[in-house]
């Protein structure tokens, strides 16, 4: 079992940046891949990037690629996404989620991942 917290959602204004975070608890931490993705009101939940277990390999989607940084620190067992020159259209809500099969590369699939958070909002205003 593996439990997922996220928090540091919010309100922002267009180009600002917010980090979120991912408390994991239960299962040995570093046996996991970790993934956010996010879902807006009325739209598919989709993958904005995912890290590995060492933190060594991770992978993003195209649309934050250079925006959006992933980084896990397994003994605080944090996963940690730092959101930078934000837009509207990425308002939503973000989750943080556990893929517990080995993989060597993290997976960019929604139906791979074993355990979800509850998610935390994040708005962007224009």
């Known amino acids: 079992q593996v439990q997922l917290v996220e928090s540091g959602g919010g309100l922002v204004q267009a180009g600002g940046s917010l980090r979120l975070s991912c408390a994991a608890s239960?299962?040995?931490?570093?046996?996991?891949?970790v993934g956010w993705f996010r879902q807006a009101s009325g739209k598919e939940r989709e993958f904005v990037t995912a890290?590995?277990?060492?933190?060594?390999?991770?992978d993003y989607a195209d649309s934050v690629k250079g925006r959006f940084t992933i980084s896990r620190d397994n003994e605080k067992k944090m996963v940690y996404l730092q959101m930078n020159s934000l837009k509207p259209e990425e308002t939503a809500i973000y989750y943080c989620?556990?893929?517990?099969?080995?993989?060597?590369?993290?997976?960019?699939?929604?139906?791979?991942?074993?355990?979800w958070g509850q998610g935390t909002q994040v708005t962007v205003s224009s």
């Open positions: 989620a556990a893929d517990l099969k080995y993989s060597a590369h993290p997976s960019r699939e929604k139906d791979e991942y074993d355990y």
């Open positions: 239960g299962r040995t931490f570093i046996s996991y891949a």
């Open positions: 890290v590995d277990w060492s933190g060594g390999i991770d």
